[in-house]
């Protein structure tokens, strides 16, 4: 899978929270339809489309990304809790660290690790 595209209340903030927590970078205009596109230093991308609805989800629905380190999912879990983001769950073991924490629009993202 390389795009992910999700609908946002506020596309200039859910913009913002890409950008700071993921390294996101914003096309500078957005497409005719009105999407943002987003793109990482991977080659992923990553469209928001602004609704006026909602958004509700299934309570299972996530989205995650991986990291390199345990370390770095502490590191990355410390920082979303000093910025006062909500930790949905959060996981420590050995073989296996995973912090799941939500967007501004109540997208879950799991954060995590785990040996290969």
Not at 6 to 11: F, M, R, Y
Not at 67 to 84: N, Y
């Amino acid at each position: 899978m390389d795009h992910l595209a999700l609908a946002v209340s506020d596309q200039a903030r859910s913009i913002r929270f890409y950008e700071r927590y993921f390294g996101f970078e914003a096309e500078p205009e957005p497409r005719e339809d009105g999407v943002y596109i987003l793109h990482d230093a991977a080659g992923f991308s990553l469209a928001l489309g602004q609704i006026a609805e909602p958004v509700v989800l299934p309570p299972f629905f996530h989205f995650g990304r991986g990291a390199e380190s345990s370390e770095d999912v502490r590191a990355f879990r410390d920082r979303v809790a000093a910025d006062g983001l909500e930790i949905v769950d959060w996981w420590d073991e050995a073989d296996y660290v995973s912090v799941k924490f939500r967007d501004p629009d109540g997208y879950v993202i799991e954060v995590g690790w785990e040996p290969r």
